[in-house]
């Protein structure tokens, strides 16, 4: 079973650097993080970037629907700006240039697959070009809220660890719908909105030996993870681990 620590950076470290970059995953590495999550989609030349949005308009400076955009045309983007609020040299990274960093220094990396609406298959194919270029990727695993591209990317690599996340119970499938769906896949991650925690969803998921996860829209402080991982939780994305020994 894949070992995953009580931590884990979200989007590198997004509330300290700007989020899904080489500089804010090279300081979730300064700050002894030993796991980040990244979010991969791809652009018109199906070369998969670390983004998190449909668009580039919240976190470059420039606006569009990133497929409509060739990767040298991103990279030439600010996408430190937005952070900063003066102007950066700061790129949207590819997602070879996360794995060659993580690799590098002994990371693990959470893939978050971000798909673009209507090129989900086009996005895992580009996403496994690119995995299948490593010998040793032990230390990672797939996470995604869409279903269709987690089996997706378990047709091509069918021995990898996957995730499902759950951002919610109204609109979708029910808590005991969706166990079923990752004890029928083989899926080892039960990922969680903080929001929906209680006892008795964190025990009827353990029930089910699956390893939980939480996010939160905000940075979950000290005194709350102490009481998420009392209460079971395995793994917190963390946007400012500051507070917090590492």
């Not at 590198?12 to 995953?25: C, F, H, R, Y």
């Not at 987690?150 to 609109?171: A, Q, R, S, T, V």
């Amino acid at each position: 079973m894949l070992s995953l620590p009580k931590l884990i950076g979200h989007r590198g470290v997004k509330n300290l650097a700007p989020e899904n970059t080489l500089d804010s995953i090279e300081l979730a590495h300064k700050l002894g993080l030993k796991w980040i999550e990244v979010d991969v989609k791809i652009t018109k030349d199906k070369i998969p970037i670390i983004l998190h949005d449909d668009s580039i308009d919240r976190t470059t400076n420039s606006n569009g629907l990133v497929i409509d955009f060739l990767y040298e045309e991103i990279k030439a983007l600010d996408a430190g700006s937005f952070f900063f609020n003066y102007k950066t040299n700061i790129f949207i990274p590819t997602l070879e240039d996360i794995f060659n960093f993580c690799i590098k220094h002994e990371m693990g990396i959470n893939i978050e697959l971000k798909p673009n609406k209507g090129f989900e298959i086009d996005n895992v194919k580009a996403i496994s070009k690119i995995i299948s270029k490593y010998q040793d990727l032990s230390n990672f695993y797939f996470s995604s809220f869409d279903l269709k591209s987690l089996l997706e990317m378990k047709k091509i690599f069918p021995n990898f660890y996957y995730g499902l996340l759950i951002d919610n119970f109204e609109h979708t499938y029910s808590l005991q719908e969706y166990i079923k769906i990752c004890n029928n896949y083989n899926f080892f991650n039960f990922g969680l909105n903080k929001k929906l925690i209680n006892n008795e969803i964190i025990n009827e998921i353990k029930k089910n030996n699956l390893i939980i996860t939480t996010y939160s829209e905000k940075n979950i402080k000290l005194i709350e993870a102490n009481d998420l991982w009392k209460l079971g939780v395995t793994s917190i994305f963390i946007d400012d681990p500051s507070y917090f020994e590492i």
